[in-house]
């Protein structure tokens, strides 16, 4: 069974950095889509970043600039390089993982992803 494992997660002041880190296990696919989604209580799951294994790499607009995704292969382990963070970045952060490669990049439909990690809190003071 693939497993997700995200840590990183943390308090910080408003223009703040924090890098998430989510250790993938017993993944076997050369193909993937990698994605961090964030949700805070009574909202819904908001994807924000998306990398697949062909190269692309895309973001929502909230956070375009500021925050960088990226994949060590070699330590199976996807991050989320944070800056300028702003406290309405606060929210439960997941990675999600999905064998099977888009024709676009901007992949953020719940459903589109098979596997989930159990999440890191961030949280943001101003």
């Known amino acids: 069974q693939v497993q997700l494992v995200e840590s990183g997660g943390g308090t910080v002041q408003a223009g703040g950095s924090l890098r998430l880190s989510c250790v993938v296990s017993?993944?076997?696919?050369?193909?993937?889509?990698m994605a961090w989604f964030r949700q805070v209580p009574g909202k819904e799951r908001e994807g924000i970043a998306v990398?697949?294994?062909?190269?692309?790499?895309c973001y929502a607009d909230s956070v375009r600039g500021r925050f960088t995704i990226s994949k060590d292969n070699a330590k199976n382990t996807l991050y989320l390089q944070m800056n300028s963070l702003k406290p309405e970045d606060t929210a439960m952060y997941h990675c999600?993982?999905?064998?099977?490669?888009?024709?676009?990049?901007?992949?953020?439909?719940?459903?589109?992803?098979?596997?989930w990690g159990q999440g890191t809190q961030v949280t943001v003071s101003s």
């Open positions: 990398m697949d294994s062909d190269g692309r790499t």
């Open positions: 017993r993944y076997t696919s050369s193909r993937y889509r």
């Open positions: 999600a993982a999905e064998p099977w490669v888009a024709p676009v990049c901007w992949v953020v439909v719940v459903e589109s992803y098979r596997y």
